[in-house]
Nanobody, 123 residues
Framework: QVQLVESGGGLVQAGGSLRLACVVSGITLDDIIMGWFLQAPGKEREFVAA????????FYSESATARFIIDKDYAKNTVYLEMNSLKPQDTAVYYC?????WGGGWTLAYNYWGQGTQVTVSS
């Protein structure tokens, strides 16, 4: 059974950094495409970034490009979202998600989800 457990959210000032972690169990990292999404209050869930972990092929949203980085630790079976130069508009609940097939491209058809972690950026 595949499970994703997130951690690392919190309160940070604008311009600061946070690193979110997604611990993956029940499957090896090279077998999944890992995506990160956010959902701000009253808004729909948005795509942030995703990576095909077997070869590191990665895609970022326009907002995340040049600020966020996906990284992984095979020993811990964990994927990270390093978030830098944070802005108040980055405030949201962040979710990691995984899928084992390419169908849906970078942004759709994820079938495993973490519980979410709150990120709050103060101005």
């Amino acid at each position: 059974q595949v499970q994703l457990v997130e951690s690392g959210g919190g309160l940070v000032q604008a311009g600061g950094s946070l690193r979110l972690a997604c611990v993956v169990s029940g499957i090896t990292l090279d077998d999944i495409i890992m995506g990160w999404f956010l959902q701000a209050p009253g808004k729909e869930r948005e795509f942030v970034a995703a990576s095909r972990l077997s070869d590191g092929w990665t895609f970022y949203s326009e907002s995340a490009t040049a600020r966020f980085i996906i990284d992984k630790d095979y020993a811990k079976n964990t994927v990270y979202l390093e978030m830098n130069s944070l802005k108040p508009q980055d405030t949201a609940v962040y979710y990691c998600a995984a899928k084992t097939f390419w169908g849906g491209g970078w942004t759709l058809a994820y079938n495993y989800w973490g519980q979410g972690t709150q990120v709050t950026v103060s101005s």
